[in-house]
């Protein structure tokens, strides 16, 4: 499958890991809905370069370009040949780089739209998408495309903090604290179908983990982890 998708430039390339155009892994880069389409990849890799929706610590909207660059470094040779599966996952998957959602600055609104958008692209070619952020607030946009063709999904959420709270510190609606909120007014999630895996910390507080149990969520906190 790997040779006959990705071509000459499958395994064995000889370009050093500075050269080029770093897409995700070096995997061809799909520019439009309609070559999505034509090519039916298994795997999408869509960058959501955004970071209007968080408190603290702007930046990750540089997060999909710093991921991609980072990617390329088991290249020359190559190989992606998995020690401990023994699989090559591109000689099973044909995969591909579907590139950025084209945000608006300073519009998580509309930004998050965009996003909803470009993944139901992928899952309406029965494709997996893969999302690189970003911060938390772009799960909200993108479980909304899964709740547009699932009635029913499950979630596992791996984090510090539950994610779960009405709406930000300052009341926006969108916040990156409150995507799982806004997830369970989607409906598509019955709280059986969560769990979340590590949070730790001080945040939040015991009223907001009363409100997870009455949905009947599941947590393991870093200590039942370690
Ligand atoms: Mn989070």
Same mark, same amino acid.
């Given at each position: ?36 389409? =034509? !090519? @039916?990849?298994?795997?999408? $890799?869509? #960058?959501? *370069?955004?970071?209007? /929706? ?63 958008? =470009? !993944? @139901?692209?992928?899952?309406? $070619?029965? #494709?997996? *998408?893969?999302?690189? /952020? ?93």
């Amino acid at each position: 499958m790997g040779m006959e998708f990705y071509g000459d430039s499958y395994k064995g390339n000889d370009e050093p890991i500075f050269v080029g155009i770093p897409t995700f892994l070096k995997l061809p880069w799909l520019r439009s809905n309609a070559e999505l389409k =034509k !090519v @039916k990849p298994d795997v999408a $890799i869509i #960058g959501e *370069p955004f970071d209007f /929706g968080t408190t603290i610590r702007p930046g990750a909207r540089y997060g999909p370009r710093a991921i991609r660059a980072a990617s390329t470094v088991p290249s020359p040779p190559y190989e992606h040949f998995n020690i401990e599966t023994g699989v090559d996952p591109f000689g099973v998957f044909r995969t591909v780089d579907y590139g950025d959602v084209v945000v608006s600055p300073g519009d998580v609104v509309e930004s998050h739209r965009r996003m909803t958008d =470009k !993944v @139901k692209e992928v899952l309406d $070619i029965d #494709g997996i *998408p893969v999302m690189l /952020g970003g911060d938390h607030s772009i799960t909200f946009a993108n479980v909304r495309a899964f709740a547009k063709k699932y009635k029913n999904i499950g979630m596992i959420h791996i984090d510090t903090h539950a994610d779960c709270a009405p709406q930000g510190l300052c009341g926006f609606k969108y916040d990156h604290g409150a995507h799982i909120r806004r997830i369970m007014e989607l409906g598509c999630l019955k709280g059986k179908n969560y769990t979340l895996i590590g949070p730790r910390g001080y945040w939040p507080g015991p009223d907001l983990y009363k409100w997870m149990a009455d949905q009947d969520f599941q947590w393991f906190t870093m200590l039942d982890v370690e």
